[in-house]
């Protein structure tokens, strides 16, 4: 393991701009310096387990498994992926009964005949001298494979630990988010299987349109839909989807209350943080509190526009990154908010949550982009830096 380094934490002094127009409170002390553990290259995801070793991703298809005071190792088995902008391995999350059956979920841009497309597969976790996956199954295929990034691709367990949330990016194609029948742009509610979950608000509906591929289904190998006609309905979408108009969705998670928080990259400006509810639709890409990269206006959220709107947003742009809603007891003070990485606003942000209202609290300026945030079983909070050379940070308590 490299030698540790201990980086000091530099305060925000420039506040952003909150939901409501109102500046917010910026970070009133550093409550913890920074400790280098390790290194990776452009990495997506951190998932602890449950012994405090860790599984990382890296885009360009490679798992890496992480335990301290020991090697970094590979672990073989991995799926082949697309990598390339924002495309590759993403996200990783040990399955909620991973304590007996050590298996993991993947999601990751799968090359198909018509482009790419995002893939959710489980397989087991084999920790050995040699760590492997083993018996890796593809659950679920978004369809509407092509070119584009936004993946979206965070996964959130239930907290009953029976059912999964998947966040779908619209691919950088718009209209998807509000295409009922298509899996773009959506929160999507599925089975540990990758089945549409019971409950659903649009359970038992099928997608409609000439373009419909009934067969074969979404979990075999060949193509779901037909690539010249990236944009083709898809049968399952409606049963599965939770909630629709979403543009990245970077940032899943539950509090420990049970509601569903995310959050996801506007387009310039307008990056949000919502509530999700069942059958609610988010409004991307006809409401945005942001404007096209082009200049042209998207209307803002406003009351009566039938569109949910955010509980926070930031404008100018922080390019939102991975995010917990923190349940332990290193940092007290901090428990129950959101804590949740920023790219361009190269920082740590957390957001206090009240019932079902959201406000900025802290926002600490790191320097550097942070790509994801996670929670280890200790209750330590761990940082992952964003590109080549990535720093894994520990955040170590100031006394």
Same mark, same amino acid.
Not at 127 to 137: E, N, Y
Not at 257 to 285: A, T
């Given at each position: 393991?490299?030698?540790?380094?201990?980086?000091?934490?530099?305060?925000?002094?420039? #506040?952003?701009?909150?939901? !409501?127009?109102?500046?917010?409170?910026?970070?009133?002390?550093?409550?913890?310096?920074?400790?280098?553990?390790?290194?990776?290259?452009?990495?997506?995801?951190?998932?602890?387990?449950?012994?405090?070793?860790?599984?990382?991703?890296?885009?360009?298809?490679?798992?890496?498994?992480?335990?301290?005071?020991?090697?970094?190792?590979?672990?073989?088995?991995?799926?082949?992926?697309?990598?390339?902008?924002?495309? *590759?391995?993403?996200?990783?999350? $040990?399955?909620?009964?991973?304590?007996?059956?050590?298996?993991?979920?993947?999601?990751?841009?799968?090359?198909?005949?018509?482009?790419?497309?995002?893939?959710?597969?489980?397989?087991?976790?084999?920790?050995?001298?040699?760590?492997?996956?083993? @018996?890796?199954?593809?659950?679920?295929?978004?369809?509407?494979?092509?070119?584009?990034?936004?993946?979206?691709?965070?996964?959130?367990?239930?907290?009953?630990?029976?059912?999964?949330?998947?966040?779908?990016?619209?691919?950088?194609?718009?209209?998807?988010?509000?295409?009922?029948?298509?899996?773009?742009?959506?929160?999507?509610?599925?089975?540990?299987?990758?089945?549409?979950?019971?409950?659903?608000?649009?359970?038992?509906? #099928?997608?409609?349109?000439?373009?419909?591929?009934?067969?074969?289904?979404?979990?075999?190998?060949? #193509?779901?839909?037909? $690539?010249?006609?990236?944009?083709?309905?898809?049968?399952?979408?409606?049963?599965?989807?939770?909630?629709?108009?979403?543009?990245?969705?970077?940032?899943?998670?539950?509090?420990?209350? @049970?509601?569903?928080?995310?959050?996801?990259?506007?387009?310039?400006?307008?990056?949000?943080?919502?509530?999700?509810?069942?059958?609610?639709?988010?409004?991307?890409?006809? #409401?945005?509190?942001?404007?096209?990269?082009?200049?042209?206006?998207?209307?803002?959220?406003?009351?009566?526009? *039938?569109?949910?709107?955010?509980?926070?947003?930031?404008?100018?742009?922080?390019?939102?990154?991975?995010?917990?809603?923190?349940?332990?007891?290193?940092?007290?003070?901090?428990?129950?908010?959101?804590?949740?990485?920023?790219?361009? *606003?190269?920082?740590?942000?957390?957001?206090?949550?009240?019932?079902?209202?959201?406000?900025?609290?802290?926002?600490?300026?790191?320097?550097?982009?942070?790509?994801?945030?996670?929670?280890?079983?200790?209750? !330590?909070?761990?940082?992952?830096?964003?590109?080549?050379?990535?720093?894994?940070?520990?955040?170590?308590?100031?006394?």
């Amino acid at each position: 393991m490299k030698t540790q380094m201990i980086l000091p934490v530099v305060a925000l002094l420039a #506040a952003c701009s909150a939901g !409501s127009g109102a500046p917010a409170q910026t970070a009133g002390g550093q409550p913890f310096t920074l400790s280098e553990q390790a290194r990776f290259d452009t990495p997506f995801a951190l998932a602890f387990l449950p012994d405090g070793s860790a599984l990382v991703t890296e885009k360009a298809g490679k798992l890496k498994l992480w335990r301290k005071g020991a090697a970094t190792l590979d672990v073989s088995g991995v799926p082949a992926v697309k990598a390339g902008g924002q495309g *590759g391995l993403l996200d990783v999350a $040990p399955a909620p009964d991973f304590a007996t059956s050590h298996a993991i979920y993947l999601t990751y841009a799968e090359p198909r005949p018509g482009g790419s497309g995002l893939a959710l597969a489980r397989a087991t976790l084999m920790v050995t001298a040699a760590p492997s996956l083993t @018996g890796l199954q593809v659950l679920w295929r978004s369809g509407s494979d092509g070119d584009g990034g936004q993946f979206g691709a965070i996964i959130a367990f239930a907290p009953d630990g029976q059912s999964l949330f998947l966040s779908s990016g619209e691919r950088q194609r718009f209209t998807p988010a509000q295409d009922p029948n298509q899996a773009l742009g959506k929160i999507l509610h599925l089975t540990l299987d990758g089945k549409p979950a019971p409950g659903n608000p649009w359970a038992g509906k #099928a997608g409609t349109g000439t373009a419909a591929i009934q067969d074969p289904p979404r979990n075999t190998g060949a #193509a779901k839909t037909d $690539p010249s006609h990236p944009g083709a309905a898809d049968p399952l979408a409606p049963a599965e989807t939770w909630s629709l108009g979403h543009r990245n969705p970077y940032g899943l998670a539950f509090a420990p209350d @049970g509601r569903l928080w995310e959050h996801e990259m506007g387009p310039k400006g307008g990056d949000e943080v919502n509530l999700i509810l069942p059958g609610r639709n988010y409004g991307w890409p006809n #409401a945005s509190n942001g404007s096209n990269y082009d200049g042209t206006d998207i209307p803002d959220h406003k009351p009566g526009d *039938g569109y949910e709107p955010p509980k926070v947003f930031w404008n100018p742009s922080i390019s939102p990154s991975g995010m917990i809603v923190y349940t332990g007891g290193e940092f007290p003070q901090w428990k129950g908010s959101i804590l949740m990485g920023a790219m361009s *606003g190269e920082g740590l942000i957390r957001i206090a949550l009240n019932g079902d209202q959201a406000s900025k609290a802290d926002t600490w300026k790191l320097g550097m982009r942070i790509r994801d945030v996670a929670q280890a079983p200790d209750g !330590s909070v761990w940082l992952l830096q964003d590109g080549d050379g990535a720093k894994l940070l520990k955040l170590v308590p100031v006394k």
